[in-house]
């Protein structure tokens, strides 16, 4: 069985720029998402991907992913629920490994995460500067969760710690 290992940071700063490859504007959407697991459309230029992820704990889960017809993808984003993830994907070589940063952009916008694929669950990553609070075990964090926020609940602003004062003015 197909398995994705991959640990998500929140991103601190630009520096990460510097060593940047040229961006991939990704337009994705969700045909279905359940308890157990999600049915992902994905579009980037010319190519198009359904995937299949499963839920489990931890930074491993089941992913089936299959090349599709550009227009096929096309057709089936209209049929997924509004708004759409936007996002540019930028690839980020940091010593041994590939990092993948996601500038998100629409309802979004404002977040910047840093995800790295892994070949094995325990296997040691160096972090590069500016990867911040680790979101992996997050589900809040999950494109998917992206994709059905609210603009007007930042995830950026998770991230801050609340103060006392603040927690009390809610109540």
């Known amino acids: 069985m197909p398995v994705e290992i991959e640990r998500k ?8 720029r510097m060593a940047a490859g040229p961006g991939e504007r990704l337009c994705q ?32 889960r089941p992913e089936f992913e299959y090349a599709i017809p550009v227009a096929d993808a096309e057709a089936m984003l209209g049929m997924c629920p509004q708004p759409l993830v936007t996002k540019t994907r930028y690839r980020v070589p940091y010593e041994t490994l590939i990092w993948e940063v996601d500038v998100f952009e629409g309802h979004a916008a404002g977040l910047i995460m840093a995800e790295v694929e892994l070949s094995d669950a ?3 990553v160096s972090l590069p500067p500016w990867a911040g609070r680790e979101v992996s075990d997050d ?26 004062t603040a927690a009390a003015d809610r109540r």
């Open 9 to 16: 940071f929140l991103v601190t700063d630009d520096s990460w």
């Open 29 to 60: 959407g969700y045909l279905a998402q359940g308890e157990q697991s999600s049915v992902r459309i994905r579009l980037a230029g010319e190519r198009a991907w359904l995937t299949v992820k499963g839920v489990a704990p931890g930074i491993s």
């Open 139 to 164: 589900p809040a964090y999950r494109n998917a969760a992206i994709a059905i926020r609210s603009p007007l609940e930042p995830l950026t602003a998770r991230s801050r710690p609340v103060s006392s």
């Open 122 to 124: 325990d296997q040691t």
